[in-house]
């Protein structure tokens, strides 16, 4: 199940006393795109998402955390006149995630969601569950970032592309990647795939 992110970026913006004109318009957006993720009507990217938190001065996390948010009965006016920003109410942290409950996150410019199996984003580490049918090909700059990674195979046969070479991976098998040998691509070569991958630092 997708993360209510547009519903979480109402609220934090509800608290800022700000329109959506206003937030879009700090986020370097338009008016009508924020209104389509504030309404779940479209993907957002993680580009975007940076841009609207730095804009509302928020984690990225807030967004996906689902911290609930009370509805705020100050008018726009008091509220930019308080002297900073209000602590949002902390949901309690739960170290368990059951399936179909998980957050997924967009990769931007890609058609790829990742699904998290870490409860929070704002940890020194992110591990994801993703799903891939034959032939699709996970390809990204994002990949490569500077990170300690493992990718686990739990079922179909993966080609996995390191810097230093090409390995196949079946069922039960595993691949380090460092720095120094950094992870460029991902693809399914036979029976649907399903992989978890765990990265320290997150990479989003």
Known sequence: MSINAGLNIRKHRKVKGLSQKETAK???IT???LS????NKTNISLSTLEKIAK???VSMAS????LPVKKDPVSKRSSREEKGPRALPQQAYHPVTRRGNRPTIFLSGLAVELELLSPRMNQKFVAYKKELGVGQVIESPILSQPAEQVLYVISGILKVELASGEY???PGYSISCTEDNGLIRISCVADPAVFIMVSAPPIY
Do not use: H, K, P, T
């Open 63 to 66: 967004f996906i955390s689902g």
């Open 168 to 170: 196949i991976l079946y």
């Open 55 to 57: 804009a509302l001065d």
């Open 36 to 39: 389509q993720i504030e309404n």
């Open 31 to 33: 008016a009508s795109l």
């Open 26 to 28: 700090m986020a370097g």
